[in-house]
Nanobody
Framework: QVQFVESGGGLVQPGGSLRLSCAAS????????MAWYRRAPGSQRELVAR???????NYADSVKGRFTISRDNAKNTVYLRMNSLKTEDTAVYYC???????????????WGQGTQVTVSS
């Protein structure tokens, strides 16, 4: 069972930047699509960006042009560079496969702790 540890979040002013990192406990080379998700206060979890093994990526319309997802299979790590941050980007950000990894023990999708991103003046 692969696990993900997200890091890099924090408090940033509007217009600022952050780079999130996702360290996987196992190999991600066999995972076709890795992704970043987020859950804003009072909202459902949503997919923000995904990246395929070949490096191609796509993004939610709300972040397109501002966020960049990348992966380093040799390091079992996925990154999310966030520029021009807006207050609307405030959320807990999670890393996972797309579709998410299923946890037999939890009888549902596996999610790590995530990393909090707060955009505020």
């Amino acid at each position: 069972q692969v696990q993900f540890v997200e890091s890099g979040g924090g408090l940033v002013q509007p217009g600022g930047s952050l780079r999130l990192s996702c360290a996987a406990s196992g190999s991600i080379s066999s995972i076709y699509a890795m992704a970043w998700y987020r859950r804003a206060p009072g909202s459902q979890r949503e997919l923000v960006a995904r990246v395929l093994n070949g490096g191609s990526a796509n993004y939610a319309d709300s972040v397109k042009g501002r966020f960049t997802i990348s992966r380093d299979n040799a390091k079992n790590t996925v990154y999310l560079r966030m520029n021009s941050l807006k207050t609307e980007d405030t959320a807990v950000y999670y890393c996972n496969a797309d579709p998410p990894v299923y946890s037999v023990n939890a009888k549902g999708d596996y999610w790590g702790q995530g990393t909090q991103v707060t955009v505020s003046s």
